[in-house]
């Protein structure tokens, strides 16, 4: 299926507003509530829309440290990094997992309470991920800007 400019109008709004009604949708994007509503199905059936989330704030939460952790593996065999991808999935207060190009093989985006949290993540979880040979962690001092909103 090719996406034109209506799907993309409702993808827009949607990142935004995923809490917005059928009927406020359909008028935000000029068209029928009925025929939205069809629009909208039709891309979560394609997959363009994979589920509604609710955005949480991290620092209200408790957890306003945010850590990136870049990693370097022993070996790039795949069986070495299947293992430390599974491990990695498990680990509860990882909330981002990237396979790299560059000098780390991976970089993870870590959340804690504060600096001694990340301590306790680093040495119940990260210290025994599987296959790791270098660890740098850096801790964001201010998040200048964050969206979720893809560019569609």
Do not use: W
């Not at 029928?32 to 509604?52: F, K, M, P, T």
């Not at 119940?124 to 800007?145: D, E, H, I, K, N």
């Amino acid at each position: 299926m090719t996406m034109d400019d209506t799907d993309r109008r409702i993808l827009r709004v949607l990142q935004r507003e995923g809490r917005i009604s059928n009927a406020d949708l359909s008028e935000r994007v000029h068209l029928s509530a009925s025929a939205c509503h069809r629009r909208v199905q039709r891309l979560e059936a394609e997959g363009y829309i994979r589920g509604y989330v609710a955005l949480l704030d991290a620092r209200r939460n408790g957890l306003p440290t945010t850590v990136f952790v870049e990693i370097t593996l022993q070996a790039q065999a795949d069986d070495v990094l299947d293992a430390f991808e599974k491990a990695v999935a498990r680990v509860p207060d990882v909330l981002e997992c990237h396979l790299m190009a560059g000098t780390a093989d991976y970089i993870l985006k870590v959340v804690a309470e504060d600096t001694e949290d990340f301590a306790r993540i680093h040495r119940q979880y990260l210290t025994r991920l599987p296959g790791v040979a270098q660890m740098q962690s850096s801790f964001a001092l201010r998040t200048v800007f964050k969206t979720t909103a893809l560019p569609v």
